[in-house]
């Protein structure tokens, strides 16, 4: 079993809908987890961290599961910008290191 | 302020030559880190600086692979004989202090062996 597991996808969604993507994980010592946005061939981007209570930044909130061991991104009235790769990753080796899942793909369409 | 930086930004080299990838974090990061992302996949980690000691170079995937970084900010990733499996993506990320800290990552190197 790999340490990150996402759904690749693609998901194909309309402008204005709501989507969400789940990332599992495998360490249940893991501490600390992020979303990052990557367009194609451009690097990641950080989009939010995710933090036991959950956080929200205006269309987009994250969510974490330790019993379950996944973490969850909800995106709302996506807009055609939206479109890009979303990993989750993971800190792992003390800290020090991400360990990122393959990436979810969205896109969004008219 | 600037972000990280990388060098070249595309690099094509032949079948068993010898390839140097710089990276030059954001000033003040103490902490430095190399990942390597292949196609429909997410970055794996190679080797993690602090300072100018590599902390942990457990992802590198063989002695072909080296890094440094002499004075602590910027760094230099070494492939020895390369082989057409090293092409991918190079990024760099720099964090302030590499204690659960947020990752910045720079634009990469597409390196193609060919």
């Known amino acids: 079993r790999k340490e990150v597991e996402q759904d690749p996808g693609p998901f194909n969604v309309p402008e204005g809908a709501t989507v969400a993507f789940n990332c599992t994980y495998s360490?249940?010592?893991?501490?600390?987890f992020f979303w990052y946005r990557q367009d194609c061939r451009k690097e990641p981007k950080l989009l939010m961290s995710?933090?036991?209570s959950g956080n929200e930044d205006g269309r987009f909130t994250a969510q974490l599961n330790r019993a379950s061991q996944y973490i969850s991104l909800l995106i709302r009235d996506s807009k055609l910008s939206d479109s890009a790769t979303y990993l989750c990753a993971i800190l792992t080796g003390g800290g020090n290191k991400l360990t990122f899942g393959t990436g979810t793909q969205l896109k969004v369409e008219l | 302020g600037a972000g990280v930086s990388q060098t070249p930004s595309n690099k094509v080299t032949e079948k068993g030559k010898y390839v140097e990838l710089r990276c030059d974090p954001i000033?003040?990061?103490?902490?430095l880190y190399w990942y390597r992302q292949s196609l429909g996949q997410g970055p794996e980690f190679l080797i993690y600086f602090q300072g100018t000691g590599a902390a942990d170079d457990s992802g590198l995937p063989n002695d072909r692979f080296f890094a440094v970084r002499p004075e602590g900010s910027v760094s230099t990733l070494k492939i020895q004989r390369t082989e057409r499996g090293d092409s991918a993506m190079y990024l760099c990320?720099?964090?302030?202090?590499?204690?659960?800290?947020?990752?910045?990552f720079g634009p990469g190197t597409r390196l193609t062996v060919l």
């Open positions: 000033s003040g990061h103490t902490a």
């Open positions: 360490n249940s010592a893991s501490q600390s």
């Open positions: 990320a720099s964090s302030q202090t590499g204690v659960a800290d947020t990752q910045y």
């Open positions: 995710v933090y036991s």
